[in-house]
């Protein structure tokens, strides 16, 4: 069984910074693509940035310059450094990985999501 594992998130205020850690864990053959997603109160699950398996990144319009996702794949692990949060930043962040675990078995993972409050 392969789980994904966030922690980090909390409460902080506008300029401030937090990092958030994804940890994978289970029998994997191969870690692909890793990211991070969040979902604001009544609006749609959306796309913070991403990160190859070669660590080529991409990252959402809104928090270009701000964020920076890294990973480090002897830990099987996917970070996000957020600095100049803004309160619009609040939402609950998803980790969420590409994951082979047999030859014929490749598909999406989730986090369970943590909680990322940004105050005026």
């Known amino acids: 069984q392969v789980q994904l594992v966030e922690s980090g998130g909390g409460l902080v205020q506008t300029g401030g910074s937090l990092r958030l850690s994804c940890a994978a864990s289970g029998i994997m053959l191969t870690i692909y693509a890793m990211g991070w997603y969040r979902q604001a109160p009544g609006k749609q699950r959306e796309l913070v940035a991403t990160?190859?398996?070669?660590?080529?990144?991409n990252y959402a319009d809104s928090v270009k310059g701000r964020f920076t996702i890294s990973r480090d794949n002897a830990k099987n692990t996917v970070y996000l450094q957020m600095n100049s949060l803004k309160p619009e930043d609040t939402a609950v962040y998803y980790c969420?990985?590409?994951?082979?675990?047999?030859?014929?078995?490749?598909?999406?993972?989730w986090g369970q999501g943590t909680q990322v409050t940004v105050s005026e």
């Open positions: 969420h990985a590409d994951i082979r675990r047999q030859l014929v078995d490749r598909r999406d993972y």
């Open positions: 990160i190859s398996r070669s660590g080529s990144t």
